[in-house]
C-alpha cells in the first residue's frame, strides 16, 4: 500500500489526507473478510509520496512498488496516471461517477482520457455524469461505460481505479464530487468480483476526509473487501 498525498483540484479538496486518515481506521477494522483473512496474506506499507511533479512521482512510485502487487491511496484522481505510468497495464477500467475525459492538461478530471490516449484500453463504469464534450469524446474514442457482462469479458492485464464518488452519494458523501444515483457497495463490489483474477494493481481515489469517521470506515470497508476478493481470486 502507497498512499500518494496529492491534491491539486480547484474546489473541494482534502484528499491529499485520505491516505493518513484511512491508515488510521484500517487497524480498527475486521481484517477476516468472506473467508479470507488480509493478515495472513503479506500486505504491507510503503508510506506516502509527497506532491511534487508527475515525473518525479512515476520515478519514486517504481522504485517502491518493483515486484509488488500495488495498492495505491489517493489523492485526487491525477494519482492513477503515476499508477498507470508503472504498472503499464494492457486495460484501465476507471469505477467513476464521471468519466474524467476532459481536454486539457492532466488533472482529476483529465486523467481518464490521458491514460487513453497512453494506448490503453479503457473502460468506465457506474459513470452517470457526463459533459457534453466527453459524450462525445468518449464516442469517438470508444470509451465504454461498461455492464458488469462487459467487465467479466475482458482477459487482459487490467489496472483498476476506485474513484469512490462511483458509489451513491448517500453511502458515500466524503467526495470531492458527489453524484446521485450511484452504485450500492454490493453493486462495486460486483464489479471487483468481476475483474480480480486479471487484475494487476488497484487504486482508491477521491476521498475528501470528513469529521465523520463513518464515512472514513466505508472508505476503509471498499479498500479491505476489495482486497479480499483479489486474494480469494488469486488463491484459486
Ligand atoms: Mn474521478
Avoid at 59 to 82: C, N, R, T
Avoid at 133 to 155: F, H, N, P, Q, R
Wanted: aromatic share 8%; proline share 5%.
Amino acid at each position: 500500500m502507497l498512499g500518494i498525498l496529492l491534491d491539486r483540484k480547484t474546489f473541494a479538496r482534502g484528499s491529499q489526507n485520505a491516505p493518513l486518515e484511512i491508515r488510521k481506521i484500517l487497524p480498527q477494522m475486521e481484517t477476516f473478510i468472506n473467508q479470507v483473512d488480509l493478515d495472513e496474506h503479506g500486505f504491507f506499507d510503503l508510506g506516502n509520496i509527497v506532491p511534487k511533479s508527475y515525473s518525479e512521482m512515476i520515478a519514486e512510485a517504481k522504485l517502491k512498488l518493483d515486484h509488488k502487487f500495488p495498492v495505491i491511496i489517493g489523492g485526487d484522481h491525477s494519482v492513477s496516471y503515476v499508477g498507470v505510468k508503472v504498472v503499464k497495464p494492457k486495460v484501465f477500467v476507471s469505477f467513476d461517477a464521471h468519466p474524467d475525459c476532459e481536454k486539457g492538461d492532466l488533472r482529476n478530471d483529465t486523467v481518464t482520457r490521458k491514460i487513453a490516449e497512453e494506448g490503453i484500453k479503457t473502460y468506465l463504469f457506474g459513470t452517470r455524469c457526463f459533459s457534453k464534450s466527453e459524450w462525445e469524446y468518449m464516442k469517438k474514442k470508444g470509451i465504454k461505460v461498461a455492464t458488469l457482462e462487459d467487465l467479466k469479458k475482458i482477459k487482459e492485464p487490467v489496472y483498476l481505479s476506485i474513484d469512490f464518488d462511483v458509489l451513491d452519494s448517500s453511502i458515500m458523501p466524503a467526495v470531492g464530487n458527489p453524484e446521485p444515483d450511484g452504485l450500492s457497495f454490493a453493486q462495486v463490489m460486483d464489479g471487483v468480483k468481476a475483474l480480480a483474477k486479471n487484475l494487476i494493481a488497484i487504486d482508491f481515489v477521491e476521498f475528501v476526509p470528513t469529521k465523520n469517521v463513518t464515512h472514513t470506515l466505508m472508505a476503509g470497508k471498499l479498500i479491505y473487501h476489495s482486497l479480499a476478493e483479489i486474494v480469494k481470486a488469486k488463491l484459486q
